[in-house]
């Protein structure tokens, strides 16, 4: 049976500690549903960040659930947290982080190779494939600086897809792109979102690009809904 929510939140808080209490997030519950694409949006300081990199695993919560592929994974050790996020969840950061060294589809099967993936040809295969609907197909032996932002942006996604993520977090994938190569990836992620099932959350300061999403939700000093 399909799991109601591909990642769940329920009453997550966040407090950091460093001298003296901060806390970040209050309350949050969120569901998002296989297939969904998600937008979260905020202004700095708003906990968006933080609410994706415990989404993300890579941060845990002071106290609520995180339950990601019907698991609560809320008070797992390190390594059991990079475990699920190498097995369920693919990222697209702002900063592209290709390896310069390596060719594009190297960049693409990069998760891959250091998860020790099985069937690495069939793998392959599936990063040639989604490199060429990106309209990378014929650049998959460039190098990243061969490339411009938003082609490198592109490789980028299909890196985040190559592990068959059961969800994608997108961290300001346009942030650092000029408009016509930000809707250009934007669009690009809606159509991958709607050609492979997968789940997409972005997170994001642009108003514009977050009502084009299934749905949006505005987060305001760490509560989601202001």
Known sequence: MQERCVVELKNVNKTYYNGVATPVLFDINLCVAPGEFVSVVGASGSGKTTLLNIIGLLDAPTSGQVILHGRDVSQFSEDERAQMRREYLGFIFQFYYLLPEF???????????????????????????LLQQVGLGNRIDYHPGQLSGGQQQRVAIVRALTNDPALVLADEPTGTLDSKSGLAVFELMKELNRTTGKSFLMVTHDEGF?????????????????
């Open 210 to 226: 977050a009502r084009e999403a299934d749905r949006t939700l505005p987060i305001v000093d760490g509560r989601i809904g202001g």
């Open 103 to 129: 060719t594009v589809l190297e960049n693409a099967l990069m998760p891959c190779r250091i998860s020790n993936c099985k069937e690495m040809d069939a793998k392959r295969a599936r990063a040639i494939e």
